[in-house]
């Protein structure tokens, strides 16, 4: 499936289903989560107990695999959608990296336009600026 595709929760717990017989991971997979599905394929879903903790987690991941879709097929302001990604990460923030990546495939949005549109909103006071524990720069909602 194409990266902008939007993902289903119910899709997403039937491929859960398949842990029950032995083939655990396949929901990461679906979800934009590689790394984790083939975590849980080796390891048979953490010993089953990662398996069990998707039946919670799965709303969020699959909301978390939307978010670039959601963006994207709403046309939203360039303005919107940094706001609606420093919502979404809450306190975490976004890095620009972090919005590069979840704004690519948009026509004319390099890295220098994002920048000076976040300059924009830190100074409309709709953005905060601070740092994470790695000591990356990174961008909130006030």
Not at 14 to 26: M, R, S, Y
Not at 46 to 68: K, R, S, T, Y
Request: charged letters at 20%; a neutral charge.
């Amino acid at each position: 499936m194409a990266l902008t595709q939007p993902r289903h929760l119910g899709v997403a717990y039937l491929l859960w289903a398949l842990g029950l017989v032995g083939v655990c991971g396949i929901q990461r997979f679906y979800s934009r989560r590689p790394i984790s599905g083939t975590l849980y394929l080796f390891t048979f879903g953490l010993c089953f107990i990662g398996q069990l903790v998707d039946l919670w987690l799965l709303p969020d991941v699959v909301e978390q695999a939307n978010a670039v879709h959601l963006l994207r097929s709403r046309g939203a302001s360039l303005e919107r959608q940094l706001l609606e990604l420093a919502r979404r990460n809450g306190t975490a923030g976004f890095t620009l990296n972090d919005a590069l990546l979840a704004l690519e495939g948009q026509p004319g949005v390099g890295s220098e336009q994002l920048r000076s549109e976040i300059e924009r909103l830190l100074h409309g006071h709709l953005l905060d600026v601070g740092n994470d524990e790695r000591g990356r720069v990174i961008y909130r909602e006030p």
